[in-house]
T-cell receptor, first 112, second 114 residues
Framework: QQQVKQSPQSLIVQKGGISIINCAYENTAFDYFPWYQQFPGKGPALLIAIRPDVSEKKEGRFTISFNKSAKQFSLHIMDSQPGDSATYFCAEKTGGGNKLTFGTGTQLKVEL | DTGVSQDPRHKITKRGQNVTFRCDPISEHNRLYWYRQTLGQGPEFLTYFQNEAQLEKSRLLSDRFSAERPKGSFSTLEIQRTEQGDSAMYLC????????????FGAGTRLSVL
């Protein structure tokens, strides 16, 4: 069912480094691209989201870069902290639709 | 706490038994969603309600699954004749409506079918 390719599957970054997670989509009808953060035993929580008419969106240490022609978007976490260690999911929503289609997730570990 | 509430948090059952989960959305959110998440995967859409109307169902929702939202507030998800393959985390989410796409998730109900 999942139509979103997410990479890498896992990522280890040193404290203070930059974490980069990538997603590629196929359906050009998608009109909303959120990133969710999930800690063990918790539900996913919205981190940041972007629409395809914008190439970049920044909120604090988190930035989404969107490349419409390549059908790719990425999450950058600047100054990564141990508290950022979690699983990150990209997702898409089809224009006019309601459901979110999630990627397979990236398990991020930020080491001291 | 005004977030999405799910009950129970954990459910262990024997194969063939029926189970029911409850979701209480954020107050005044008219949209409610159910997703299923298996280990190492992202959540997969199961079904969606706008108020009390069930407007979309995934083909993942076999005839053993049924969801209701009788008064447009809380929702229940029932699985009949559970199978080991039903073992997963069942997540509920709600959103305010058309103008806002943000879906807020609950902590989920983890089902283990023995």
């Amino acid at each position: 069912q999942q139509q979103v390719k997410q990479s890498p599957q896992s990522l280890i970054v040193q404290k203070g480094g930059i974490s980069i997670i990538n997603c590629a989509y196929e359906n050009t009808a998608f009109d909303y691209f959120p990133w969710y953060q999930q800690f063990p035993g918790k539900g996913p929580a919205l981190l940041i989201a972007i629409r395809p008419d914008v190439s970049e969106k920044k909120e604090g240490r988190f930035t989404i870069s969107f490349n419409k022609s390549a059908k790719q978007f990425s999450l950058h976490i600047m100054d990564s902290q141990p508290g950022d260690s979690a699983t990150y999911f990209c997702a898409e929503k089809t224009g006019g639709g309601n459901k979110l289609t999630f990627g397979t997730g990236t398990q991020l570990k930020v080491e001291l | 706490d005004t977030g999405v509430s799910q009950d129970p948090r954990h459910k262990i059952t024997k194969r063939g038994q029926n189970v029911t989960f409850r979701c209480d959305p954020i107050s005044e959110h008219n949209r409610l969603y159910w997703y299923r998440q298996t280990l190492g995967q992202g959540p997969e859409f199961l079904t969606y309600f706008q108020n009390e109307a069930q407007l979309e169902k995934s083909r993942l929702l076999s005839d053993r699954f049924s969801a209701e939202r009788p008064k447009g507030s809380f929702s229940t998800l029932e699985i009949q004749r559970t199978e080991q393959g039903d073992s997963a985390m069942y997540l509920c989410a709600s959103s305010p409506g058309v103008a806002k796409n943000i879906q807020y998730f609950g902590a989920g109900t983890r089902l283990s079918v023995l």
